[in-house]
């Protein structure tokens, strides 16, 4: 079993709605991460979350935005979105701080994704 | 920007077979990690690796963090058939200072024959 939950495992939405993709970790890390992931290909990078503030934003569209509640959680608002806006959305969390001194350089460990489709 | 070659693209074995792939890159890096992901799953984490030459084990699994830090390999002995999967290798650029960003290879698509 994953530490990292994601929900709805499954959402199904059509362009004009708005709704949220939610993830939870009990790691105690404080990095969190939001990806995109197309079938048969790498997860993407969206968003960056570290001590709960927002790091890295790789220049995704406002119709996504994310938020960070607290260390557990991050959430994923959605509005307006496009067709081509279906995918596998992969939420991670890794450790802070890397081991030899240096920048982050600890492993992502990924949820199991909310599938979603545009209609 | 920075990139993981990784190869193959996909592999067809008979069940019993050893396997191996790998990434190359031109870039330096800190980190080397391997992922499997069945589908209608995320990624899971296989192995880490932090120094250049190390070699690691995790049962029928082992990879290297290769001694000019811009490779690493996978190695899987005698392959079953729940070893299917989509393998993406992922790395940490000595070059990035904050964040963990990720670069991911493309994938090794695995397919094991009974």
């Known amino acids: 079993d994953t530490e990292v939950t994601q929900t709805p495992k499954h959402l199904v939405m059509g362009m004009t709605n708005k709704k949220s993709l939610k993830c939870e970790q009990h790691?105690?890390?404080?990095?969190m991460y939001w990806y995109k992931q197309k079938a048969k290909k790498p997860p993407e990078l969206m968003f960056v979350?570290?001590?709960?503030?927002?790091?890295i934003n790789e220049s995704v569209p406002s119709r996504f935005s994310p938020e960070c509640p607290n260390s557990s959680l991050l959430n994923l608002h959605l509005h307006a979105l496009q067709p081509e806006d279906s995918a596998l959305y992969l939420c991670?969390?890794?450790?802070?701080?890397?081991?030899?001194?240096?920048?982050?350089?600890?492993?992502?460990?990924f949820g199991d994704g909310t599938r979603l489709s545009i209609l | 920007g920075q990139q993981l070659n990784q190869s193959p693209q996909s592999m067809f074995i008979q069940e019993g077979e050893d396997v191996s792939m790998n990434c190359t890159s031109s870039s330096i890096f800190n980190t080397w990690l391997w992922y499997k992901q069945d589908p209608g799953e995320g990624p899971v984490l296989l192995i880490a690796?932090?120094?250049?030459?190390e070699l690691t084990s995790n049962g029928r699994l082992t990879a290297q963090f290769g001694i000019t830090r811009k490779d690493s390999f996978l190695n899987i002995s005698a392959s079953i058939p729940s070893d299917v999967g989509i393998y993406f290798c992922?790395?940490?650029?000595?070059?990035?200072?904050?964040?963990?960003?990720?670069?991911f290879g493309q994938g090794t698509e695995l397919s094991v024959k009974p």
């Open positions: 979350y570290s001590y709960e503030k927002l790091s």
């Open positions: 690796l932090y120094k250049a030459g």
């Open positions: 991670a969390s890794s450790q802070e701080g890397g081991l030899s001194g240096g920048p982050n350089n600890q492993p992502q460990h």
């Open positions: 992922a790395g940490i650029p000595i070059s990035y200072n904050q964040g963990g960003k990720l670069i």
């Open positions: 790691m105690g890390h404080r990095a």
